[in-house]
């Protein structure tokens, strides 16, 4: 069984910066995975905020364009997103998601929080 697990979410002034890890276990396909970065806030849905794919290419929502970055190391089983420049509207629960053909798998959330 697949399982993602994030971390690195905190407490941050704007203009701050965070990196977010996800680090997946239970597959030796890793690679050959499409992962993202979803958010959610209270009353909201959840949205897109990044992806990266097998190949390497990148899919930001334009929010976060120019701010954040998505990378994935397949040697550590693992997937980041850099968010600089933060903004009180970035604050949410981040998860992480892993897509291979028709499974998806969802990490349990790291709380980012923005605010002074």
């Known amino acids: 069984q697949v399982q993602l697990v994030e971390s690195g979410g905190g407490l941050v002034q704007p203009g701050g910066s965070l990196r977010l890890s996800c680090a997946a276990s239970?597959?030796?396909?890793?690679?050959?995975?499409?992962m993202g970065w979803y958010r959610q806030s209270p009353g909201k849905q959840r949205e897109l905020v990044a992806t990266?794919?097998?190949?390497?290419?990148?899919i930001y929502a334009d929010s976060v364009q120019g701010r954040f970055t998505i990378s994935r190391d397949n040697a550590k089983n693992t997937v980041y997103l850099q968010m600089n420049s933060l903004k009180p509207d970035d604050t949410a629960l981040y998860y992480c998601?892993?897509?291979?053909?028709?499974?998806?798998?969802w990490g349990q959330g790291t709380q980012v929080t923005v605010s002074s």
């Open positions: 990266i794919g097998s190949g390497g290419n990148t």
């Open positions: 998601n892993g897509r291979r053909a028709t499974l998806a798998y």
């Open positions: 239970g597959t030796i396909f890793f690679s050959v995975f499409s």
